[in-house]
């Protein structure tokens, strides 16, 4: 029997807490709701790490023009092949940081794993931003990659453990929109500097300075229940859910959620019980939903948007071309976080997957007609030629649908979901293993791409796409269970 001893004898705060046998007046527990902003505000701040993921992940494309030499750009330091290996490194490194979570979130818990990595992230950016040599900016890249491996892994985690079971879809997303915020604001950033000697510098001097706000901010913030509970750390557990519910709120539910949960990972056990069916399909099922997201052809859109809205929109200066894409996942996004404890995962997830679909089939088509116009893929607007005036806002259309629909569901809810159905037992290394998986996923399309579409032409990669998108469609229907409103020891068995 745990007591909180916080304002005895006043009914609002005098609460005793049994764990395994116990129980409050039904009563009193209804009289006393769980508030959704104390919460909303730790998750906004373990939050930031989508934002710095989200910076790290869009700060290639504007300072590209900048790092790259050229005729019209000689003070740049890499040539394109090393410019390639500069960007797709960075999926390495994610992996590697991956990896580095599978003792440390357990071991000395997510708040510090979690401050580990932004240490991780400064030190990545200030290499970034201090002198224009690009081993050392190779170095910051794939160090940097290694922050968002760990901040990836455990953040989610961190977020689905504070949540309660009403609110965990939409607090889930936050990470998500974060990191689409964070990806509009490094193009915003790096727009201005896309053309002026060494602007790649200034671009990670912000980068450090967000890191950097990130972690003072951080360091006030509680540590996870679930882990204080699995540590012997009850009074601490307990304060901690005093903040994040209301000082008014019943704790009862989470404390017994969080010992059965702690409960469950001291139990002794082997590496081996990964492979048995209430760990191993949950393990499974979130790989498969991480690789799903990766190979849907988000890399490829985002890849091709800019050279197609320039020929679309020819008017527009090249270097704002990335920000309506950009802006158009933040708003989806946005309005996902509001459904995805209305509609459920399962639904969303189905929906954007058929407009994926559609999306991938309509730009794989405007490929074989521009091919057919001209032969050479990159003259696709013509003043004079009324085709090129019908193709250009259909395929334009095309690209901010399929981003849209990414966004909806694709983009945060592979995240949701793993932190979610994971198996408590070996959550620290099956979430790593996950995450491992979606970086690795995408290094496979960053650099298999562009041989890929050399082989079967551009309307043939898209039409792949699309094919996979149909395969995630079945994937959801026949293997996914709804999620939505389970509390975390329910979501425990869902697979059991």
Known sequence: MITNGINSGNEDYDETIHLFSGSLDPKFVARRKEKLIPSLLVS???????????????????VETSIVHSETNPDGIMTMPIFTIFSSFFNIGAAVGAL???FLSDLIGRKDTLIISLGTWSLGFLMLGVYPNQWLLIAGRIITGVALGMSTSVAPMYMGEIATA??????????QLMITIGILLAYVVG??????????????????????????LLVFQHRSPVWLVYKGREEEAMLALRVLRGKTASIQNDMSNAANLAASKTEKYDYSIIFTK???????????????????????VIFYSTDILKEAVPEVQPELIPLPPALVQVIVTFAASFFVDRL???????????????????????????????????????????????LSPIVVIAVCCFLGFFSVAWGPIPWVFASEILNV?????????????????SFVVTMGFPPFVNLVHEYGGFYTFAAINIIGII???FFLKETKGKTLEQLQNLYS
């Open 191 to 216: 727009t201005p500097f896309a053309k002026v000697s060494y602007g790649y510098l200034w671009v990670g001097q912000v980068g450090l300075g967000i890191s950097l706000v990130s972690l003072v």
């Open 166 to 175: 009403k609110y965990r879809g939409m607090l889930g997303t936050l990470f």
């Open 425 to 441: 037992k070996l959550k620290n290394v099956t979430i790593a293993i996950v995450t491992l998986c979606s970086w690795m996923s």
């Open 344 to 390: 459920g995962r399962k639904i969303m997830l189905l929906i954007a997957s058929f407009g994926m679909c559609a999306s991938s089939i309509t730009i794989g088509t405007y490929f074989i007609l521009v091919d057919k116009v001209y032969t050479n893929c990159t003259s696709v607007h013509t003043n004079n030629d009324i085709a090129c005036h019908v």
């Open 475 to 477: 994937f959801i229907l």
């Open 278 to 300: 209430p760990i191993f399909m949950p393990f499974l099922l979130s790989a498969m939903l991480m690789a799903f997201q990766q190979l849907s052809g988000i890399n490829a």
């Open 44 to 62: 906004l701040v373990l939050s930031l790490h989508g934002l710095v993921s989200g910076y790290a992940l869009g700060y290639t494309a504007p």
């Open 100 to 102: 580095s979570t599978v």
